[in-house]
C-alpha cells in the first residue's frame, strides 16, 4: 500500500471553503463529507449510487458522493444544500418553492434532489417537464410520487404566500418543512458525534442453519479496535422481542439456530476504523446450513420443520369473518366468479436505512433513532435490558420514511446492549443490503376467491381464503390475519359472506406492516374479480360497483352499521366524467393501434383506522407559561405524513390562535405523553382528536377566568391574554398566576382512544370507530409485444371526511399511488437476490403520470372536525385499478403481481395460443 497516499489530505473547496481532511485509501467522498467534514446534510441512502441522496454538486456537476473517492476531490469545488441555503438565492427560492408545494415529505431524499434540480436550473431556468425528469431521474422518493417535487422546480419563483392562521382546511407548508429543504434535519445517522464507537452485526447467510460461536474473547483481544462482541449471553433481561403481546417471538441475537437470511447472532463493538475493515468471514462462527421451508404450502406439510413451538402445521394465528350463508348465496346467485391470485414480499424501500445512536445519561440508557413508535421502543427495551421503564429513554430522530417497517424495533436492542456493556456512546447505521436482508417485508399472499351476483348486478354470496407468509418471526402478522377478513369484501354490500385468514412461517425475513396490512393484497383479488362479474353480467364496471356500494345505515360484513360517514359512492360517482372520457378516448386510440393498447381500469378500497377492536388511545398535553408562550407536547411520530402540521392545525383551531404561534415539542419519552404508534392511519384521527381535546381543555380555562362565551376571541401576547367577547375586552395576566413543575401556568392533557368493540366468534362487531374510502381510475398502455405498462394518467377520489391541510392530502394520495404502482408493476423482493435498489426496482420520477386527486369530504363522527385517516388508503386500490386496466387494454387477466414485462408477454402469448 502507498503510504503516502493513505496519510495524506486532500484538499479542496467546501461550499466555498478550503477544506483538508485525512481519508482512508479508497474512502467515498460522502464519508469524508459527513464523518471528517460534518456535512450532514449529504445523505447516504445506499452508498451504490441507486439512490441519488447524496448528490453533490464537483466543479458544478452532479455527483453521486458515495461513488466518488474522496482523492478524486483533490483541488476542485465540492458544493452541498447546506451551502447553497447559505449564499445562492436561487436554491432559496426553490427552498420556498419546495415548501409551498409539499415537495419534501419525509425530507431524506430532498437534499438529493434539490442539489440535482439546481444544477437544472442553472443551465436551464425555464424547464419544462420532460427536463425535470432527466435531471432527477438519478434521485429516488419513496414518498411524495414526485408529482409535487416536478412542479416545484418547474414553478420556481412563483411560489405564492401560505394561508396566515393555518386552521383547520387550511393548505399550509409543513411546520417542520424548512430543516427538511435548508438540509438540518437530522436523522438516525446524522446525531452521533465523529469517533463514536460503531456496532456491527454478524448475520446467518443461510435461510437456516445452526451455528456455534467460539473463542469470542481470544477475537476481540486478536483484532485492534474491537472493544467487545455481544450475544445473547449479554442479555440481561429477556432475548426475545415483537409487537403483539401474545406473539413476541423474535430473538435479539439467535441462540442456536438462524432462521432466516439476516438473522443476527452477534455484534462486534469497535472503533471506525477496526469496522471499516471487519470481514465478517473471519468472525469465528461456525455453520451448520439446514434445509429452509421458504413456502407456505411447503411449511404446513406435516413433515415440515415447526419453527415455534406450540403452532402446529407452523400456523401463526387466523382471523374469521362470516355472516348469513355464503354457500347458499352462491349457489343461488345467477353467476359466480372464481379466481386466485397471489403476490410476493415487497420491499418497503425508504430511502434512509435503519440507523441510531444510543449513550449512558444519569445512569440511563438513552437511544436516538429513527421509529414509527418510540413508547413502544421503550417498553420493548426495558424488557430485553430486564430493567424498568424509566431506566431507558427514546429520544426518536427525524424518519426518512417508514410505511410500517419502522413500528418493529431495528438497531435499538443492540445499541442498548452495547452502551450498556461498554459505557459508551455508540452508533449503527444498517448497511442497504442488511436494511433490504433483515427488515419486514409486505406478506406474500396465496388468495382464494369466490364471488356471486344475481343477473341485475347485486352481489349474491363471497368466500375468501388467504394464506399469508409470515416469514420467521410474528411481528404484525396477527394484524394482518384479522384485519384481512374485515376489508377482504371491499367498502360493498355484501350480506352472505365469509373470510379468513391465515398466517404461516416460513424461514423468510419476517412480514410485517406495510401500508395496509394485507387489504391491497386483498384487494386486487376482489377488485379484479369484480370487472370479471361485471362483463359476465353485461354491466359497465363503475356501475356495478357504484350499484353495490355501502352507503350510511348499510351494516358491513361485521355487522357495523354507520349513520353518517360512508363516502365510497361518492368517491365511485366523482369518477364517472374521467371513466366516460377516458374510455371513449381509449377505444378510439385502440381502432387505430395494433400493437400499442390503451386500457382504462377502476378499483375502490377502505380502511379502519387505528388497532383493530383493541385500545388505541393517544394523549397530548399543552401549556401556556408566564410569557404568552404556547407549547404543544405531540408525542406523535411524522415519518412524513405531515401529523406534525395537522395535529398543530386541529390544536390550534380548538384553541383559536394561529398555528404560527405555537411551539412543537416533538416525540421524547421523558417529555412528551404518549401520542401512540404512528400506524394503520390512526394519527391525524386519534392523536387528532387528543390535540382537538387538549385545545378545547385549555380554551374552557381561558374563558372560564373571565366567564367569557364560546363564540370568544383570543390573543395571546407576552404575559398577556386578551379575550374579546361580544365587544368586551378581557385581560388575564399570565405573570400574575403561579406555575406549575413544568413552569405552565395554564395546562390541559387530554386522551382520547377510539370506541370500538371487540369481535365475537364470527368476527361481528365494533373493528374500527370510522373507515376512510378512495376510488382510484388507471389509464395505462400496453406495448403487446414487449409486455411493457406505461401509466398515463391517474384520478384518484379519496373520502377524507374533512381535509385538514389539503395540500398534505395530495401528498398522501400521490405517494400511496407511486407505492400501489410498484407493487403492481416492478417491485419483487427475492430474498437473497434483490437486496439493493438496483436490482429491487421502484418507480422513479419517470414512472408517474399526471394524478388529479378529488377531495370528498364526507364527515366522520368521530373524527376531528369530522377528518378521517388517509396514509394506507391512499394505496389500497392502484395495483387493482393497474391491472384491470391491462385486462380492459389487453384482454389478459394478471394473477400474479408483480405484473412485470416478462411475465405480462407470456400470458399474452398464452392468450394467442388459446385462440
Known amino acids: 500500500m502507498d503510504w503516502r497516499v493513505e496519510n495524506d489530505t486532500v484538499g479542496f473547496s467546501l461550499n466555498g471553503h478550503p477544506v483538508s481532511p485525512r481519508p482512508r485509501v479508497g474512502e467515498r467522498l460522502s464519508e469524508t463529507l459527513r464523518e471528517r467534514l460534518g456535512a450532514r446534510d449529504v445523505k447516504i441512502g445506499c452508498n451504490a449510487g441507486d439512490c441519488g441522496a447524496c448528490t453533490v454538486l464537483v466543479d458544478g456537476d452532479p455527483v453521486c458522493a458515495c461513488l466518488m473517492p474522496a482523492h478524486q476531490a483533490e483541488g476542485r469545488a465540492v458544493e452541498t444544500l447546506a451551502g447553497f441555503m447559505q449564499n445562492d438565492p436561487l436554491m432559496q427560492q426553490l427552498a420556498d418553492s419546495f415548501q409551498a408545494h409539499g415537495a419534501a415529505q419525509c425530507g431524506i431524499c430532498t437534499p438529493g434532489m434539490m442539489v440535482a434540480a439546481l444544477a437544472l436550473l442553472r443551465r436551464t431556468p425555464d424547464p419544462d417537464e420532460l427536463a425535470v425528469k432527466d435531471a432527477l431521474g438519478g434521485v429516488l422518493c419513496r414518498c411524495t410520487g414526485y408529482r409535487k417535487i416536478i412542479r416545484a422546480v418547474m414553478e420556481v419563483g412563483t411560489t405564492p404566500p401560505p ?44 435461510p437456516r442453519a445452526g451455528f456455534t460461536l467460539g473463542g469470542l474473547d481470544a477475537y476481540v483481544a486478536a483484532t485492534d479496535g474491537i472493544e467487545t462482541v455481544l450475544t445473547a449471553a449479554d442479555i440481561p433481561g429477556r432475548n426475545l422481542f415483537g409487537t403483539i403481546p401474545d406473539f413476541i417471538d423474535q430473538p435479539v441475537f439467535a441462540e442456536t439456530e438462524a432462521w432466516f437470511r439476516g ?39 406435516p413433515e415440515a420443520p415447526l419453527l415455534h413451538d406450540g403452532r402446529e402445521g407452523n400456523l401463526m394465528c387466523a382471523g374469521l369473518v362470516q355472516c348469513g350463508d355464503p ?16 403476490s410476493g414480499f415487497v420491499e418497503h424501500a425508504y430511502i434512509e436505512p435503519e440507523a441510531g445512536f444510543a449513550q449512558m445519561a444519569d445512569g440511563r440508557v438513552e437511544v436516538h433513532a429513527c421509529t414509527q413508535a418510540p413508547v413502544m421502543d421503550q417498553e420493548s427495551l426495558a424488557d430485553i435490558l430486564g430493567t424498568d421503564r424509566s431506566q431507558v429513554r427514546i429520544i426518536p ?59 341485475d348486478g347485486r352481489l349474491s354470496g363471497f368466500t375468501f381464503d388467504g394464506l399469508f407468509n409470515t416469514g ?30 391465515k398466517g404461516i412461517h416460513t424461514h423468510n425475513p419476517p412480514a410485517g406492516a406495510f401500508r395496509g396490512f394485507g387489504v391491497p ?9 369484480f370487472d370479471e362479474l361485471a362483463d359476465t353480467l353485461g354491466i359497465d364496471r363503475l356501475e356495478f360497483r357504484i350499484r353495490n356500494a355501502l352507503e350510511n345505515g348499510t351494516p358491513t360484513v361485521c355487522g357495523q352499521v354507520f349513520d353518517q360517514g360512508v363516502g365510497i359512492r361518492a368517491c365511485l360517482e366523482a369518477l364517472r366524467p374521467a371513466w366516460d372520457t377516458e374510455r371513449t378516448a381509449a377505444a378510439a386510440f385502440n381502432t387505430q393501434n395494433n400493437t400499442l393498447k390503451r386500457g382504462v381500469g377502476v378499483a375502490a378500497g377502505w380502511y379502519g383506522c387505528g388497532n383493530t377492536s383493541l385500545p388505541n388511545p393517544s394523549t397530548i398535553k399543552s401549556g401556556i407559561r408566564a410569557d404568552g408562550t404556547v407549547m404543544l407536547h405531540q408525542g406523535a411520530m411524522d415519518i412524513g405524513q405531515g401529523a406534525n402540521t395537522v395535529i398543530a392545525q386541529i390544536f390550534a383551531t380548538a384553541l383559536g390562535v394561529p398555528v404560527d404561534s405555537l411551539h412543537l415539542i416533538g416525540p421524547d419519552t421523558d417529555v412528551t405523553p404518549d401520542g401512540g404508534k404512528t400506524s394503520a392511519s390512526r394519527q391525524t384521527y386519534v392523536s387528532g382528536n387528543a390535540a382537538r381535546l387538549s385545545g378545547e381543555a385549555l380554551r374552557a380555562q381561558i374563558l372560564s377566568r373571565v366567564n367569557a362565551s364560546a363564540e370568544a376571541q383570543l390573543e395571546i401576547h407576552t404575559g398577556t391574554i386578551r379575550i374579546t367577547d361580544r365587544g368586551d375586552t378581557h385581560d388575564i395576566d399570565l405573570t400574575a398566576l403561579p406555575p406549575d413543575a413544568e413552569g405552565y401556568v395554564l395546562r390541559a392533557e387530554e386522551t382520547y382512544d377510539p370506541p370500538t368493540r371487540p369481535l365475537d366468534e364470527n368476527g361481528q362487531g365494533i373493528p374500527y370507530a370510522q373507515f376512510g374510502y378512495a376510488a382510484h381510475l388507471a ?12 401509466p398515463l394518467r391517474f384520478t384518484a377520489a379519496h373520502d377524507v371526511g374533512r381535509a385538514i391541510n389539503p395540500l398534505l392530502v395530495e401528498g398522501q394520495v400521490e405517494g400511496g399511488i407511486a407505492q400501489g404502482l410498484g407493487m403492481a408493476l416492478m417491485e419483487e423482493y427475492l430474498p437473497g437476490t434483490t437486496e439493493n435498489l438496483h436490482d429491487y426496482l421502484i418507480p422513479t420520477i419517470g414512472d408517474i403520470p399526471p394524478i388529479d386527486t378529488i377531495i370528498i369530504e364526507e364527515p366522520d363522527a368521530h373524527g376531528p372536525y369530522g377528518a378521517k385517516g388517509l396514509g394506507e388508503h391512499a394505496l389500497i386500490p392502484t395495483a387493482p385499478a393497474l391491472l384491470n386496466a391491462i385486462r380492459d387494454a389487453c384482454g389478459v387477466q394478471i394473477t400474479k403481481v408483480p405484473a412485470t414485462p416478462a411475465r405480462l408477454r407470456a400470458a399474452i402469448r398464452e392468450q394467442s395460443h388459446d385462440r
Not at 455453520?287 to 406439510?301: F, G, T
Open 163 to 206: 394561508p396566515p392562521t393555518g386552521e383547520v382546511g387550511a393548505a399550509i407548508p409543513r411546520l417542520d418543512g424548512l430543516a427538511k429543504v435548508a438540509g438540518n434535519e437530522l436523522y438516525g445517522d446524522d446525531v452521533a458525534p465523529a469517533r463514536t464507537l460503531e456496532v456491527r452485526l454478524i448475520r446467518s447467510p443461510y
Open 263 to 301: 438473522d443476527p447472532v452477534a455484534a462486534v463493538v469497535g472503533t471506525p476504523e477496526a469496522l471499516a475493515t471487519l470481514d465478517p468471514a473471519r468472525f469465528p462462527v461456525t455453520w451448520d446450513e439446514r434445509p429452509p421451508v421458504d413456502d407456505v404450502h411447503e411449511a404446513m406439510a
Open 327 to 342: 354457500e347458499a348465496a352462491l349457489a343461488q346467485a345467477d353467476t359466480v366468479v372464481e379466481g386466485h391470485y397471489r
Open 397 to 455: 430522530t427525524a424518519v426518512g420514511g417508514g410505511f410500517g417497517a419502522k413500528l418493529d424495533l431495528s438497531v435499538q436492542p443492540y445499541l442498548a446492549l452495547a452502551t450498556l456493556k461498554t459505557g459508551k456512546p455508540v452508533r449503527l447505521t444498517y448497511s442497504r443490503t442488511e436494511s433490504m436482508q433483515a427488515t419486514t417485508k409486505r406478506h406474500p399472499s396465496d388468495l382464494h376467491l369466490r364471488i356471486g351476483a344475481t343477473r
Open 472 to 501: 420467521a418471526y410474528s411481528s404484525w402478522g396477527p394484524t394482518v390475519a384479522n384485519r384481512v377478513p374485515v376489508h377482504a369484501s371491499g367498502p360493498y354490500r355484501v350480506a352472505d359472506y365469509r373470510s379468513e385468514a
Open 521 to 529: 393484497q386483498a384487494a386486487i383479488a376482489q377488485e379484479c374479480l
Open 779 to 790: 389509464v395505462i398502455e400496453v406495448d403487446t409485444r414487449l409486455g411493457t405498462v406505461k
